[in-house]
């Protein structure tokens, strides 16, 4: 099937200008992050009046705000997301097996629950959570809310659901006999998981990782009500939020921070940009 | 063999008493209000430390059992304990709590009174809730069309045989990475800033809330449709070669191939794209927040003059709690908000499959 050239000509320049129009934003951020107010509010396309001194400038006043603390909310975001993730793969895998495995009553009754409390919006349980949070707090002695400890927890509890089914639907397809004939060997139950189960879920975990990497790096609404605003421990969403706050109208502060807040994740996009594609649409068309 | 049974059965013994008395240990500090605080790295309750230590003792302890038999159980146990455990601390006991405190005058630390339906009954007569309501649904609407036309037609793009059509699928799909607050910022700045130099108007599209309420939707089409075209890339490439070569055998245009062929045959991805647009529209918070903080004049509406004019309802949700400090009244309109939801996906999954079947 070959195209005419002139189609292929039109195609290609809507191509180009779709993807200028899509990029467009970041390109504006990045130009203007090498500028000072002044010029920023009198022309904020061109590149008169960029300098790379003004962009050190400006990142050094971001880096160095007491709202940002860039390093101190990029530290705090990393270790939630990386923490969270482990947790939700190992923990996710361990209750996705059992669920898979047993095919009694209480296994579909849990597999059922998870299922249906996807559809809880966040908005429902967000009040009540903190309160929940707080009792708990207070009857086990542990700081449950402004903690990232309990950041964590929460994002093991919110993120259970999608992990146990996306992972459900993939050791559905591991033949059994793989575990009777390691149980034959005189494997435990715990051994096969470990040793055999966990290996073969890797590109699931993979894709889960990823759906769920991308949610908690960008969420802003869990840590801003657990941790709050003025926490030192915010993460970087929150961070971006009260930096703003406390700028009104710097544009070149605010876009410098942005810039900052954006950047890991373009890289990591850069360096894993299959995987993440492909993660994001097998985890949603599952 | 013997001997190693007889080991772990000392070994779960001790770890299983153990486990029992710091537990006690702990309930013995609650109930006497011993607060006792330890230090390590950071400060921390000693009830909640042999709390924690103890449950982790006694799981140790149940796993060490020497049973042949009850093995498995015990591993089924252990097994879905954690993420049991924390879903039900974060997602199952706060959607009861929930609709308990729905029907109380809850303030967020507690509660003096139940008030039945009152908060139900309240928010039907509030302007702005009502108002947050619909221009919901109106986004809700609009997006779900504009952003699966805009997803179709760039997958329909990227699956042609365009030279750098990798580079385009990153390329459109790049915005989906961002965080809603980091890009509500930076459209913010391109309405107000950006676009009124190049349009040399002295107002920003943010400031009245019809343009305000489009620029929402710019915004969120032009970080949700990227997403969505790499589904409808993928369910076009299940489409088999085939049928389209003998499609094109029988004399079929581009046209027809897309409409009789192509958007038949992926049915089921257009009903995932669907679901997927119309429950994260629903919810949209970030943008919402960052872009327009909900701001917007209303000169009349049920004959109020209201300042919400962008706000969609989970921002609603979200300043009734924490900006009125009505909690209870919050929570109502969340449980309300949670049905609308439900009914909504139900029946759009009902009648994409019954559309799925009849193709």
């Known amino acids: 099937m070959k195209m005419k050239t002139s189609r292929v000509v039109i195609l290609m320049i809507v191509a180009i200008l779709l993807a200028l129009y899509i990029l467009f934003p970041f390109f504006l951020v990045l130009i203007n992050s090498f500028k000072t107010q002044a010029s920023i509010v009198q022309d904020p396309i061109s590149l008169a009046g960029a300098s790379l001194k003004q962009f050190l400038s400006n990142v050094d006043a971001v880096v160095h705000n007491k709202n940002f603390v860039f390093w101190h909310a990029f530290g705090s975001s990393a270790l939630v997301t990386i923490i969270s993730l482990f947790l939700l793969a190992v923990f996710g895998g361990m209750a996705a097996w059992v669920i898979c495995r047993n095919k009694a009553k209480w296994s579909t009754v849990i597999y059922m629950v998870f299922i249906s409390s996807m559809i809880i919006p966040f908005q429902v349980v967000m009040l009540p959570l903190i309160a929940t949070f707080r009792e708990v707090g207070k009857f086990v002695g542990l700081g449950m809310n402004g903690t990232l400890p309990g950041l964590i927890f929460a994002y093991c509890g919110f993120g259970g659901a999608m992990t146990v089914f996306i992972l459900t639907g993939f050791i559905k397809g591991i033949p059994y006999e793989l575990e009777e004939a390691a149980a034959i060997d005189g494997c435990s139950p715990e051994g096969t998981f470990f040793r055999i189960i966990f290996p073969l879920l890797k590109p699931t975990i993979v894709t889960v990782t990823i759906l769920n990497g991308m949610w908690i790096w960008n969420d802003y609404l869990l840590p801003s009500i657990l941790l709050g605003q003025s926490n030192p421990n915010k993460t970087l969403p929150v961070a971006v939020q009260a930096f703003v706050g406390s700028f009104v109208k710097s544009w070149d502060m605010i876009l410098t921070a942005a810039l900052l807040a954006m950047a890991p994740m373009i890289i990591i996009f850069l360096i894993a940009q299959k995987q993440i594609m492909n993660g994001m649409v097998e985890g949603a068309i599952k | ?359």
Not at chain 2, 35 to 49: E, F, S
């Open chain 2, 1 to 359: 063999m013997n001997e190693d049974t007889n080991g772990r059965k000392i070994l779960s013994l001790v770890l299983l008493i153990l486990g029992l008395v710091l537990l006690a240990a702990a309930l013995w500090m609650d109930i006497t209000k011993t607060y006792l605080v330890v230090d390590i790295g950071t400060k921390v309750a000693l009830r909640g430390l042999f709390l924690v230590l103890g449950a982790l003792l006694i799981l140790a302890g149940l796993y060490f059992i020497p049973t042949v038999m009850h093995h498995r159980t015990i591993i089924n146990i252990i097994f879905l304990f954690p993420l049991l455990f924390t879903f039900a601390v974060t997602v199952i006991v706060p959607m009861f709590v929930g609709v308990f405190y729905s029907f109380t005058d809850w303030n967020g630390v507690s509660y003096t009174r139940m008030v039945g339906f009152q908060n139900y009954a309240a928010m039907f007569k509030e302007a702005a809730f009502i108002w947050s309501l619909l221009i919901t649904c109106l986004f809700v609407i609009i997006n779900m069309l504009l952003v699966n036309l805009v997803a179709f037609l760039l997958a329909l793009l990227c699956t042609t045989k365009l030279k750098g059509v990798g580079f385009f699928r990153a390329a459109y799909f790049l915005p989906n990475l961002i965080g809603g607050i980091v890009l509500g910022y930076i459209w913010q700045f391109i309405f107000s800033n950006v676009l009124t130099k190049i349009l040399n108007s002295p107002h920003s599209a943010l400031a009245s809330t019809g343009t305000a309420f489009i620029a929402i939707i710019v915004v969120y089409v032009w970080q949700y449709a990227g997403y969505i075209m790499l589904i409808y890339i993928n369910g076009l490439a299940t489409v088999p070669k085939d049928v389209l070569e003998a499609a094109q055998i029988d004399g079929a245009n581009d046209m027809t191939t897309l409409f009789k062929i192509k958007i038949p045959m992926i049915a089921a991805t257009f009903t995932i794209c669907t679901f997927l647009t119309l429950t994260s529209a629903f919810k949209q918070f970030d943008v919402n927040l960052a872009l327009t903080n909900g701001v917007g004049t209303v000169r009349n509406f049920m004959g109020q003059r209201l300042s919400n004019g962008t706000q969609m309802i989970a921002l609603n949700i979200y300043n009734t709690a924490f900006a009125r400090d009505q909690y209870g009244y919050a929570q109502a309109k969340a449980i309300l908000f949670f049905i609308i939801l439900a009914c909504v996906s139900l029946i759009q999954v009902r009648i994409s499959n019954k559309r799925e079947v009849e193709m």
